[in-house]
């Protein structure tokens, strides 16, 4: 069973910064994805950002400009650098990973297969 971990979620107000780790060290080839989702509650589950295996990167439009996807060299540590956070962002913030092969839908959550356990984000205005 593959478990990816998450860490780094706080309360933080509005305007503060908050970077968001997980350790995908158990998953034993090159993901095609790895991203990070949310999930406000009583919402849909929803991209935030994802980066491919070739280093591209899509965002949410919501986040463009003020969250970076982010990998370490040896791809085993994913990050998630949140900058001037609002209160909308606040959700449960899920690392994903889906599998070897070519996807559709980058920020579509149904096409990951690996998930973590989620980190809570809180933002208070």
């Known amino acids: 069973q593959v478990e990816l971990k998450e860490s780094g979620g706080l309360p933080v107000q509005a305007g503060g910064s908050l970077r968001l780790a997980c350790d995908t060290s158990?998953?034993?080839?090159?993901?095609?994805?790895m991203g990070w989702f949310r999930q406000a509650a009583g919402a849909e589950r929803e991209g935030v950002a994802v980066i491919k295996s070739d280093g591209t990167t899509y965002y949410d439009d919501s986040v463009k400009g003020r969250f970076t996807i982010s990998k370490d060299n040896n791809r085993i540590t994913l990050y998630l650098q949140m900058d001037s956070l609002k209160p909308e962002d606040t959700a449960m913030y899920y690392c994903?990973?889906?599998?070897?092969?070519?996807?559709?839908?980058?920020?579509?959550?149904?096409?990951?297969?690996?998930w973590g356990q989620g980190t809570q984000v809180t933002v208070s205005s």
């Open positions: 158990q998953l034993h080839y090159t993901p095609y994805c």
């Open positions: 994903a990973a889906t599998g070897r092969h070519e996807i559709g839908e980058e920020l579509h959550y149904e096409e990951y297969i690996y």
